[in-house]
């Protein structure tokens, strides 16, 4: 039997809802008052996910703009750049007698490793999952705020000076880093090696290091937050699965940054103190080097030790965005709730068991490869749970092809096909013919770059309107999603062909190789993709800032008709998100078409039916 | 931090959520040296590995953290059962402590020096240098957080309040962290030269 819920929020969040006394303390109001503490040095948490977003929004401009100017010298290597001199000066070298100008090799490599970096670490990292984490995690899970509001603003700040300290390392006479983002020795380890290893390697360590305090701080508040602020009712099964993926994304990051911070250490008194723990036996220009007894490899394993869990403090807020955002927009419950947590888990596990698989091609022992291979494969089975649910979770329902919709599908589609080629790459005998190819490239930039990228767009389109109070334009937004799914097919399909041929990565000009001549229209076809991906880029900040003043405004509380309880606050929420009381929680995140209601919120108690289910089961 | 520990008081926690952060701050710092020791292990596997004795004073140097971890212990539950007097004599002793035990590491350094094993020679004694320094930084840490509860010790009324109590319960804990992440060095140290 169909039976209609009705219910007033207002007065349920009223009656139900837990009185902790917030408004009467006035906590947090002090910070509130001047223009300089509510924006800038701002302790809420809404605040601080703008910052963060609109910081990563400003780095992906920088690092995509660098992928363009890189891709030009790939696709058209003997073209003349002069007309790039204004923007990035004398790294433009100019042929006094033919007016050709030719972008520095030096700089190609700088431009490679920034744009690695730039976009794994500070929009895929800070961007991503500080924007969502730091938005999210109070709204959905009935927090007035982080556990320490003071923290989170410091998180920012580091993160703030990290980017700082990196975008002056771009102005170095010498440039910035440039011997892959990776930063392997001896290239890292020997500020003579390359122009880009001396003043812009320490500039780059420092960076990070202060990124990785950044990292830390955040992971310790959302961890906290998630496990000791739940509002009453918001038991650990009835969060919603972003919350999840923000969780254990935490608790990666928790568990895998130190150990990098442990290898910069190690890598900064190589650089600075004379010690040998990655260098041995090293002539520069003839001359050898009084470093004996250290090993690269050493590097390579406490580097990729985070390096992988890295990959998927990448893409599991993306997954838990695109499980939200599907269930939303199909008006279905998600399919497989707790299969989905733990999926997110046994990823979670696996990534810390699976990081010498970057170095089948290192020199590490190939009996010790097989270990890794197994498992590397096995990651596959709880990434294959995970696609099969977001696929049954759209089958049949009432799907709207709205903005964030289209982009959390094009997330599937990306995931699927980013992560099928991992099962090429996992394989150590194959990787003896892919690694260090386009192929590689191919592979991690459609299931972690632009597989990421869609989550974090399906994200921002959906709660544009709790973060700005507007929405953002349907068309604009439309057109985006079109001209970036077809066209990140467009760069990156070619790629694997062009892997599967032998062609390495990170070579500044193939012209001068027989073997690869064949592929000069391909590179110029993906060059062109890219510049057209990256103008509709351009487009969606146009968008999102346009929208800020001029989108359609948001007129009721919950206007996609979800359950969570970020759709319970006032529309343009203040210090402490509710007004009166926490609303309490009485149900999963889920309850999309049951008994005959589109939707139920988490916060309306069971009716007597649905007490009798439970008690049934 | 009144309002913090105000907006604390509606769940029921069974642990402080500053401590637990403290908590989930130690693992994160464990992964670190547990990172720094396999890489030691590792890098010893690989051949071309000096062996030496260890300077006894890093023994001198456990025992010093040892007491001071204790007397800190005393000194906080004096401060709980309101014994003004010994809680503050107790917590200077235990700073005192603390310096002492940086002394000593550096005079294990010259120890180390003067036995002709310095930090840019094999590999095996730069470790030592580095998982001792790195160890020290932590160390200062938890001095700087004695620092601040002696200047409030000594310049404040005495009161028992649920945030000077935390406080303290913080500095404590992760003293007591410090200290045991140095016995454990100084085991794994002492094993595996």
């Known amino acids: 039997m169909a039976e209609i819920v009705k219910y007033n929020e207002e007065e349920l969040i009223e009656k139900q809802g837990f009185d902790d006394h917030f408004h009467e303390h006035h906590e947090g109001d002090k910070y509130q008052t001047s223009f300089i503490f509510k924006y800038i040095f701002s302790m809420d948490h809404k605040i601080i996910a703008r910052q963060f977003l609109i910081t990563g929004m400003f780095w992906a401009f920088i690092g995509g703009a660098m992928s363009l100017i890189f891709r030009l010298q790939l696709g058209f290597p003997a073209e003349n750049f002069a007309w790039l001199k204004p923007l990035i000066g004398r790294w433009i070298l100019m042929d006094e007698a033919t007016g050709m100008g030719t972008l520095d090799p030096q700089f190609y490599y700088a431009l490679v490793t920034m744009h690695g970096t730039i976009i794994v670490f500070f929009v895929l990292t800070a ?26 603003m410091l998180s920012y700040w580091f993160f703030f000076l990290s980017g700082v300290v990196m975008f002056y390392s771009l102005f170095l006479s010498t440039g910035p880093f440039s011997g892959g983002w990776t930063a392997y020795p001896p290239l890292s380890a020997l500020p003579q090696a390359s122009s880009g290893s001396g003043a812009g390697m320490t500039l780059w360590l420092v960076s990070l290091t202060l990124f990785v305090v950044s990292v830390l701080l955040g992971g310790i508040n959302y961890i906290t937050t998630v496990l000791n602020l739940r509002t009453k009712g918001m038991t650990l099964w009835r969060m919603p699965l972003t919350i999840w993926a923000f969780l254990v994304t935490a608790i990666i990051g928790l568990l895998s940054f130190p150990v990098l911070v442990s290898g910069f250490f190690l890598l900064m008194f190589d650089r600075g103190l004379g010690t040998s723990f990655y260098l041995s036996d090293i002539f520069v220009q003839g001359q050898a080097l009084d470093f004996v007894g250290g090993s690269p490899i050493l590097y390579q394993h406490l580097f990729w030790f985070l390096g992988h869990p890295e990959v998927y403090i990448i893409i599991l807020p993306a997954m838990g965005i695109v499980s939200e955002v599907l269930s939303v927009h199909a008006r279905k419950p998600i399919f497989g709730y707790k299969a989905m947590v733990y999926s997110i888990l046994a990823i979670a596990f696996l990534s810390f068991i699976v990081w010498a698989h970057h170095m089948f091609m290192s020199g590490v022992n ?140 990170r070579y500044y000009r193939f012209d001068g190789f027989e073997a690869f001549g064949q592929f000069t229209t391909m590179n110029q076809f993906i060059t062109i993709a890219a510049i057209i991906v ?32 970020e759709w319970t606050t006032p529309i343009e929420a203040g210090h402490g998100n509710w007004e009166g009381n926490i609303p309490s929680v009485h149900r999963w995140a889920y309850d999309y078409g049951k008994d005959g209601n589109d939707f139920i919120p988490q916060i309306v108690p069971l009716s007597d039916k649905e007490k009798a289910e439970e008690l049934h089961h | 931090m009144e309002a913090v520990a105000s907006r604390y008081n509606r769940t029921t926690n069974k642990i402080h959520p500053l401590k637990f952060a403290l908590w989930i701050a130690m693992a994160s710092i464990t992964m670190m040296f547990g990172a720094f020791t396999s890489a030691y292990i590792v890098r010893r596997s690989a051949g071309n590995w000096l062996e030496f004795e260890l300077p006894s004073i890093f023994f001198v140097s456990t025992i010093v953290l040892l007491i001071s971890s204790l007397v800190l212990h005393t000194s906080f539950k004096s401060y709980v059962a309101g014994k003004e007097a010994r809680y503050k004599n107790l917590l200077l002793v235990s700073f005192v402590l603390g310096i002492a035990f ?92």
């Open chain 1, 534 to 565: 990256f103008a509709a880029q351009v487009l969606f900040i146009i968008n999102f800032f346009w929208s800020q003043n001029k989108g359609r405004k948001q007129t009721t509380k919950n206007p996609w008709e979800a359950t969570t309880l």
């Open chain 1, 127 to 152: 961007g991503l999952s500080g924007t969502f984490s730091n938005l999210l995690i109070p709204l959905q899970l009935g927090a007035r705020d982080m556990a320490s509001p003071f923290l989170n």
């Open chain 2, 102 to 193: 940086l002394v000593l590491q550096y005079q294990g350094w010259i120890a180390l020096f003067n036995n002709g094993i310095d930090l840019k020679g094999n590999p095996s004694g730069s470790f030592i240098y580095v998982l001792t320094g790195i160890h020290a930084l932590h160390i200062i840490g938890g001095l700087a957080a004695m620092v601040v509860g002696l200047l409030i010790a000594y310049t404040r009324k005495f009161k028992i309040t649920e945030k000077r109590k935390i406080n303290f319960d913080l500095t404590l804990t992760y003293w007591h962290f410090v200290d045991l992440l140095w016995v454990y060095l100084l085991i794994f140290l002492y094993i595996s030269r």
């Open chain 1, 366 to 505: 190939p009996f010790i490869s097989n270990f890794f291979v197994i498992f590397t494969l096995i990651i596959a089975v709880p990434s294959a749970v995970k696609v099969f649910n977001w696929i049954t979770t759209l089958w049949g329902g009432n799907i709207r092809l709205n903005t964030p919709m289209l982009f959390a599908i094009g997330f599937v589609s990306m995931f699927i096909s980013g992560g099928l080629t991992g099962i090429f790459l996992g394989n150590s005998a194959i990787d003896i013919q892919m690694h260090d190819t386009y192929f590689v490239v191919a592979h991690f930039h459609i299931v972690m770059g632009v597989a990421a990228m869609f989550g974090m767009f399906a994200g921002i389109y959906h709660w544009y309107p709790k973060m700005f109070g507007r929405f953002m334009n349907e068309t604009l937004g439309k057109l985006h999603f079109w001209i970036t799914m077809i066209g990140a097919y467009a760069i990156f399909w070619p790629m694997h062909y062009i892997g599967m041929a032998g062609v390495p990565r």
